[in-house]
């Protein structure tokens, strides 16, 4: 494709992906026909990564990061879908590493068109292609617009509110005395109070950060690199997951594992309680617990990150429930990270909200370009009682 060029759109379900030769991130807006988004939830990006009819996608490191397009669950009122892209080194700009979007049919893989926008130079984010509807048909198109001050600037001119850093705290006002009340004397209302601002959406960036302030706490969806120092983390860690009954007296037996893919998002094992060690001893399991009772950690998967093979992008941390007790009946549930030299506490993520399923993934830790890793809170349930159910759920959610 060309700038300005448009293809009719012979899928419902399409997959945008943005590669080039430097990591990016990848995004995509909602918008209305005035061409703003709703609100901040139609912003979708790593650390909001679902929407109505639109999901963001991680390529784990080893393939480009994508935007998938459901145009039969878009909701009316949405016209237009963009896809942008910046560079995720801050201040690098597209000069020499002009990217290439792919559009793909999401079911077969097969690709309807590519576009890579040319003569690129100062830009440091750019409205790389849009999926937008016309005349009740959903067609795509090649824009390659670009913008000097990053994916900020491009959220910012679709209506997007972008957290500023706060400013440097001032002296508060001393008080002010107000005269005493005449006897008699009419006096104006007081007007009301403003409302209050609506919270402000994370910058995009704002919602990575690395190990240099010690321990982080995870919320769902929320990503932390494995960096410190500026050093990526290359080293043995401990994933600990825990849990505790909901109801006293009650025996509750998870089972804990991890699925390691490659970069395509393709299963290449499964470590758990009936295959406890996988990849020539890089990753090992602590065996089964079967009642989850009992303080700390009530199984622990090792992982040696220098010696995991070159082929493995992305591993997914589960936990099943077997016998068939719903997450419902579960307290506590956690997960964390531990530096298995220090015995340093590095991440942790407890699972506050249950849903009465059998399966949940509740991390993930994916291998980037430069090398580093980096490890995202999940908590989302699924149908699934053995890990061999979850294998193509957690390969989705790469």
Sequence with gaps: MTPGSNIPL??????????APVRLDVSGLLLTADGKVRSDDDFIFYNQPSGPGVTYRSGGGGAPDAIIVDTAAVP???????????????????????????????DSGSALATFTPPRLGTETALVVVEIYLRNGQWKARAVGQGYADGLAGIATDFGVTVEEPAPAPVAPPQPVVPPAPVPGAQYPAAPPAP?????????????????DKGRVSLQKN???????GGRPLLARVKMGLGWEPAYRGADIDLDASVIAYGPQRNHIDSCYFGKLTILNGAVK????????EGAGDDEVIVVDLGRLPQEVTGLVFTVNSFSGQKFTEVAKAYCRLVDATTEEELVRFDLTHAQPQTGVMMAKLIRQFTGEWEMTAMGDFVKARTVRNMVKPAAQAL
């Design 10 to 19: 012979a899928a419902a379900r399409v997959t945008v992906d943005v590669a």
């Design 76 to 106: 009316p009122g949405i016209e237009k879908i963009v896809v942008t892209a910046s560079p995720d080194a801050a201040g690098q700009t597209f000069q020499g590493i002009e990217p290439t979007a792919t559009i793909r049919d999401a």
């Design 195 to 211: 409302p209050a601002p609506p919270a402000a959406a994370p910058a995009p960036g704002a919602g990575k950060v690395n190990l």
């Design 222 to 228: 929320q990503t932390v690199s494995l960096v410190k």
């Design 285 to 292: 399991h602590s065996g089964d617990n079967l009642t989850g």
